[in-house]
């Protein structure tokens, strides 16, 4: 049996007989896990197919336990190397532990608190790891380079953006394919890349975050888990959020390195591009082609994530960003369950014009008035701007008194949205109104747009009627 080899190890390091051995879910991979117990003593026991893999695994946590970090100590090892056991950190799973914050679209202070404490954890496991380690013990390779790049690059073009249909000329992709793989090269460093740090490896031991799985680690850039662990493809982190990751790491990266923040941010950008396109390659495979129907249900995520990246253009890549934006567009992509999120239609209006109608059909919602505050209309130098633009947006914060009405609006709109999201509703609307529709109630709809965009997982429609335009946020 294959069990017998682990109980063999249990039996030699304990010296207890076994009671039980349980197998334990590996979510996919091919290595086996299981939980034996036997007297007072629980372990993990590991049955692995690869030699190679499982020597990276082990030395990686023999020297990963001398600096420091946090991982699971392995106790015994077979003579052929394929089995082991190792402590037993129990079944909190990070991945868990913020299921309601990934559900809702919106993490509580403490689901919070456990995010930024793992990642504050991710320099020293890049430095500290990285310090005097043998290179060329990681598995299946030494270092993040140019074959790497490739591999991914290629796994989207062919498991993914082939099987869409979209037609793209190949050679063109593939000189911005070449560009992109200098950018990512361009700091690799001598620090450990964990290469799949998310909430599925992190074990929590009375709150404490210990790491596992990181046998396929190598020498190479920061930047990579930083864009692995805040842009998972269902996480749907707010952005606000994601901020405090980063800056949560950049903390903890200042005794091992100073860096620019917007160079940082930069690359952090391009290496969160790769890992979004190497997440689509990989959810093409196992749909596509392994016909597993949980993968296909992830590329929507995936999807709405390269929406929101392509916000701002990657000019140096030019054909790869039109490619791209043509993939977001396409209508397979916009799944069901993409659309049941919540959607806030926020309007900016004249009261002389009337009050705009709810076209959900689910009545009620938030109206401002924002007359109170005052209004550069009144000044006839203001007249020809609208809320904007720089001239308006200065009057009216230096002024200041527009910064207080937004205050109770947030407090009062991020309840409302809180709620409506957690009760599973689709439609919310909020309107501005002030005397013409032009600069108070603008100002007012579009910060608290970028509020909500921050914070929450939504759809945002955002109308200023008497401008005459609306877009998509």
């Keep these: 049996?294959?069990?017998?080899?682990?109980?063999?190890?249990?039996e030699r390091y304990t010296g207890e007989k076994t009671a039980s051995v349980e197998e334990i879910s590996a979510s996919g991979s091919h290595r086996r896990y299981f939980r034996l117990r036997g007297g007072d003593v629980s372990v993990i026991g590991v049955i692995g197919t690869d030699y190679d893999e499982n020597r990276a695994f082990i030395t990686l946590d023999r020297l990963f336990r001398v600096r420091g970090i946090n991982v699971p100590e392995v106790y015994a090892v077979s003579e052929d190397g394929l089995c082991y056991i190792q402590e037993d950190l129990g079944d909190s799973i990070l991945f868990n532990e913020i299921a309601r914050g990934r559900e809702i679209g919106e993490y509580s202070p403490e689901e919070e608190a456990l995010l930024l404490k793992t990642i504050a954890c991710l320099p020293k496991i890049q430095f500290e790891g990285g310090r005097g380690l043998d290179w060329n013990i990681c598995y299946p390779q030494a270092s993040f380079n140019a074959r790497m790049v490739d591999f991914d690059l290629n796994y989207f073009k062919y498991c993914f953006l082939k099987a869409t249909g979209l037609e793209f000329n190949e050679v063109r992709l593939q000189d911005d394919f070449e560009r992109l793989?200098?950018?990512?090269?361009?700091?690799?460093?001598?620090?450990?890349?964990?290469?799949?740090?998310q909430a599925r490896n992190v074990m929590l031991r009375d709150g404490v975050p210990y790491f596992i799985d990181f046998q396929g680690g190598r020498r190479g850039p920061i930047y990579y888990d930083v864009a692995s662990f805040i842009s998972q493809a269902r996480s749907r982190y707010p952005e606000q959020l994601k901020q405090k990751m980063v800056d949560a790491y950049l903390e903890a990266l200042r005794p091992y390195?100073?860096?620019?923040?917007?160079?940082?941010?930069r690359k952090l950008r391009l290496f969160i591009l790769f890992r979004t396109l190497q997440v689509l390659g990989a959810y093409g495979f196992r749909g596509y082609f392994e016909k597993k129907p949980h993968f296909i249900a992830s590329v929507p995520?995936?999807?709405?994530?390269?929406?929101?990246l392509l916000k701002t253009p990657f000019r140096d890549y030019p054909y790869l960003d039109g490619i791209l934006r043509e993939l977001t567009e396409m209508p397979q992509f916009y799944s069901p369950a993409e659309d049941k999120r919540l959607e806030v239609h926020i309007y900016s209006f004249a009261y002389k014009k009337g009050?705009?109608?709810?076209?959900?059909?689910?009545?009620?919602?938030?109206?401002?008035?924002c007359r109170s505050v005052n209004n550069p209309g009144k000044?006839?130098?203001?007249?020809?701007?609208?809320?904007t633009d720089p001239e308006v947006i200065k009057f009216l914060e230096d002024d200041g008194e527009i910064l207080t009405f937004l205050e109770s609006v947030y407090a009062l709109s991020d309840a409302h949205v809180k709620r409506f999201i957690e009760r599973k509703f689709t439609h919310m609307q909020i309107c501005f109104g002030c005397t013409g529709g032009q600069h108070r109630s603008v100002y007012c709809a579009e910060h608290l747009a970028a509020h909500?965009?921050?914070r929450f997982d939504v759809k945002i429609v955002l109308t200023h009627r008497e401008l005459g335009i609306e877009r998509r946020i």
């Design 1 to 10: 049996m294959a069990k017998e080899p682990l109980q063999q190890l249990f």
């Design 181 to 197: 793989r200098e950018s990512l090269l361009e700091d690799v460093g001598d620090t450990f890349l964990y290469r799949d740090f």
């Design 257 to 265: 390195r100073s860096v620019d923040p917007d160079e940082f941010d």
């Design 301 to 308: 995520f995936a999807l709405d994530n390269l929406r929101r």
């Design 355 to 369: 009050i705009p109608p709810d076209t959900s059909g689910n009545g009620g919602g938030y109206v401002f008035d």
């Design 379 to 387: 000044y006839e130098y203001y007249r020809q701007f609208n809320g």
């Design 452 to 454: 909500l965009a921050a």
